[in-house]
């Protein structure tokens, strides 16, 4: 590990006069940057053929960009990522209900969300590399939440240009948890302009039908009855984008068995630098997500961004597990803690 290091700079001050920190963690060859505001992943360095770096990751420049956003640019989602239906749900014959911010529904938390929290951070060193650990308590009736749950988010990197995210998790309590990043994706740069000639390729044969607020009908669909869906072969976003909506905006099932072990599911690729980014998890599910609704929002260095700039590989549990008795649970309990990993690793 002895490429690996980690500086620590001031990031900004919040309205309440608390100090946010920003920490860069490098190994030579690529870097990240992440802070201890929303635990947000701020910028993933990647080297360019003309000897600088690009950005491939959509954020903002300052402190006070993230903190007034909306648009979750890189930061951490929980305790329930993506959309629960009818903002409600229904626990051991208690019901629960939450804030509904997206029409009827609940998505990513409410309004009182993970990523505008300040998080304990310090530098540790791990099997997978050197980085940084995240921790906070979400006391109980929090985003309208069963259970004091102690939270543990770390982010590290190693030689071999491997970012893992890992979350962990220990409540007293029956609640759901889901905790995912969001980070928006561009292989050829913040500023690369749309993503749609960009590659993606999943070991996903199913995805979630949804209604028309993206709610999960509780239907899998077979991707070879909607070849929109189907990445089983890679191919370019803007190939069968036309034949959606908006966008993708879907949770796909990944095909390899839940059994704790990190699998591969994905890989993307630009196809004009050569870069790829191949993605991991124990999770189920990852949400495609196109950025359809960032159009106008102002990014990093000034830059006005466009839908489809990016693309999030959100990956979690099914969206509205809690609702729905034939997905998986997402129900973590007192004698069984939560723990999920994602690895990106970048190729150049």
Same mark, same amino acid.
């Given at each position: ?7 620590? %700079? ?16 490098? #190994? ?98 791990? #099997? ?127 095909? %390899? ?92």
């Amino acid at each position: 590990m002895g490429n690996l290091k980690i500086s620590k %700079a001031k990031f900004g001050t919040l309205y309440d006069g608390t100090k946010i920190h920003i920490y860069t963690v490098s #190994n030579g060859k690529m870097s990240f940057s992440t802070t201890d505001y929303g635990c947000t992943i701020t910028s993933i360095l990647l080297p360019s053929s003309d000897g600088k770096c690009i950005d491939a990751l959509l954020g903002c420049s300052t402190l006070d960009g993230y903190a007034s956003s909306s648009c979750c640019f890189g930061t951490v989602v929980g305790r329930f990522a993506n959309r629960i239906g009818n903002a409600s749900f229904t626990l051991d014959g208690k019901s629960y209900s939450l804030d509904k911010n997206d029409g009827e529904n609940c998505l990513h938390g409410g309004f009182d969300r993970y990523e505008k929290k300040v998080w304990n951070a310090k530098k540790i060193r791990t #099997n997978n590399g050197i980085g940084i650990e995240f921790t906070r308590t979400s006391p109980a009736g929090e985003q309208g939440m069963p259970g004091n749950v102690k939270l543990k988010v770390v982010y590290t990197l190693n030689e071999d240009n491997e970012l893992t995210l890992d979350y962990s998790a220990k409540t007293d309590a029956a609640t759901p948890i889901n905790l995912t990043n969001h980070a928006y994706f561009n292989l050829k740069g913040y500023d690369g302009g749309t993503i749609e000639d960009q590659e993606l390729q999943l070991d996903c044969s199913h995805f979630l039908e949804v209604d028309k607020a993206l709610i999960p009908t509780g239907k899998l669909v077979d991707v070879s009855s909607a070849p929109a869906f189907d990445f089983r072969k890679a191919k370019t976003f803007g190939k069968d984008m036309k034949n959606t909506e908006f966008g993708y905006d879907h949770a796909f099932c990944i095909d %390899a068995p839940v059994d704790g072990k990190v699998r591969k599911f994905a890989v993307m690729k630009d196809p004009v630098s050569g870069r790829t980014m191949t993605v991991s998890t124990t999770l189920p599910a990852c949400q495609v997500y196109t950025a359809n609704f960032i159009e106008g929002q102002i990014g990093k260095n000034g830059h006005i961004h466009h839908v489809h700039d990016a693309v999030c590989l959100e990956t979690e549990a099914y969206p509205d597990a809690p609702n729905k008795e034939s997905f998986p649970s997402c129900i973590v309990r007192p004698e069984k803690p939560y723990h999920e990993t994602t690895v990106y690793k970048f190729g150049f």
